[in-house]
Nanobody, 125 residues
Framework: QVQLVESGGGLVQAGGSLRLSCAAS????????MGWFRQPPGKEREFVAA????????FYADSVKGRFTISNDNAENTLYLQMNSLKPEDTAVYYC??????????????????WGQGTQVTVSS
């Protein structure tokens, strides 16, 4: 397993922006897929975005499409999530995840084999 450490969460007003970072202990370029999930208060963990090795394929939940951007800096072994036009419903703990080998579903948390500890994002109205 690879160690993942998220940072960049915080409190922001609706309409604002935040950039989350996820530092990996291994080469992110060696991961088949990396992604972001979130868990809103009282709800289950849900898919936010994913990026496949090479960075040419990205995927987003409908709720964040056009507002969030996932990217991967392989030189820094860091995954990012740029979040713009934030809404109160984006309030959640955000988790970084990685899958080393091909297969599984990008949308399913059970198909990722490494997770970070999470970072809180709170959007006030």
């Amino acid at each position: 397993q690879v160690q993942l450490v998220e940072s960049g969460g915080g409190l922001v007003q609706a309409g604002g922006s935040l950039r989350l970072s996820c530092a990996a202990s291994a080469r992110t370029g060696s991961m088949y897929r990396m992604g972001w999930f979130r868990q809103p208060p009282g709800k289950e963990r849900e898919f936010v975005a994913a990026i496949r090795r090479g960075g040419d394929s990205t995927f987003y939940a409908d709720s964040v499409k056009g507002r969030f951007t996932i990217s991967n800096d392989n030189a820094e072994n860091t995954l990012y999530l740029q979040m713009n036009s934030l809404k109160p419903e984006d309030t959640a703990v955000y988790y970084c995840a990685a899958r080393r080998y091909p297969g599984g579903s990008k949308y399913s948390s059970g198909d990722y084999d490494s997770w970070g500890q999470g970072t809180q994002v709170t959007v006030s109205s």
